[in-house]
Nanobody
Framework: QVQLVESGGGLVQPGGSLRLSCAAS????????MGWYHQAPGKQRELVAT???????NYADSVKGRFTISRDNAKNTVYLQMNSLKPEDTAVHYC?????????????WGQGTQVTVSS
């Protein structure tokens, strides 16, 4: 099992910045990737950014050049630095972890943190 605890959401004006954090605990040695997804009201949950255990990153086209995902292995924490925020970034942001059991992959989700971009 993997437990994920997110923090760092809030209200910010357009053009502002926020940094989200996701602390992992439990069976963290078998985590192969972590990432952030967001879900706006009435819409499906969508990928924002992911980072593998080897450090490879992937971003949604809508956030490239504005968001940066990183990880601190010593703290078992993944970060999402969000700059130049836009109103369309408003959503609940969820941390995700993928764990390889040796047979199959399991996915875990945090409780979500609200990001609101508004003037």
């Amino acid at each position: 099992q993997v437990q994920l605890v997110e923090s760092g959401g809030g209200l910010v004006q357009p053009g502002g910045s926020l940094r989200l954090s996701c602390a992992a605990s439990g069976s963290i040695l078998s985590i192969i990737a972590m990432g952030w997804y967001h879900q706006a009201p009435g819409k499906q949950r969508e990928l924002v950014a992911t980072i593998t255990s080897g450090g490879s990153t992937n971003y949604a086209d809508s956030v490239k050049g504005r968001f940066t995902i990183s990880r601190d292995n010593a703290k078992n924490t993944v970060y999402l630095q969000m700059n130049s925020l836009k109103p369309e970034d408003t959503a609940v942001h969820y941390c995700n972890a993928e764990r390889w059991s040796g047979i199959s992959t399991f996915r875990y989700w945090g409780q979500g943190t609200q990001v609101t971009v508004s003037s």
